[in-house]
Nanobody
């Protein structure tokens, strides 16, 4: 089992940057495949970025490709999302999530077993 806690959200102007962190508890963090999702008011939870089943590749939603970077530090039990060139449409609550390495569908929220509480990101125009 793993517990997740996001931080690093806030208010930023369009074109700015933020780095989100997701601290994980538990000694088995390295075995989980991690992802980031976001949810804007009145919308469904949306895939943002994730590690592959093997853990060696990363995937991004088309809307964030080239602007966001997912990374992890297993020694620190921490997942990151570096967000550059932010746009007002990136405004949402951002969640980190963990799934077992036995699932392939990295973009489906229901494939993830554990979720953080979310951190608000607001991008002003």
């Amino acid at each position: 089992q793993v517990q997740l806690a996001e931080s690093g959200g806030g208010l930023v102007q369009a074109g700015g940057s933020l780095r989100l962190s997701c601290a994980a508890s538990g000694r088995t963090f390295s075995m989980y495949r991690m992802g980031w999702f976001r949810q804007a008011p009145g919308k469904e939870r949306q895939f943002v970025a994730a590690f592959s089943r093997s853990g060696g590749s990363t995937y991004y939603a088309d809307s964030v490709k080239g602007r966001f970077t997912i990374s992890r530090d297993n020694a620190k039990n921490t997942l990151y999302l570096q967000m550059n060139s932010l746009l007002p449409e990136d405004t949402a609550v951002y969640y980190c999530a963990a799934r077992t390495p036995y699932t392939n569908n990295y973009a489906a929220p229901n494939e993830y077993n554990y979720w953080g509480q979310g951190t608000q990101v607001t991008v002003s125009s």
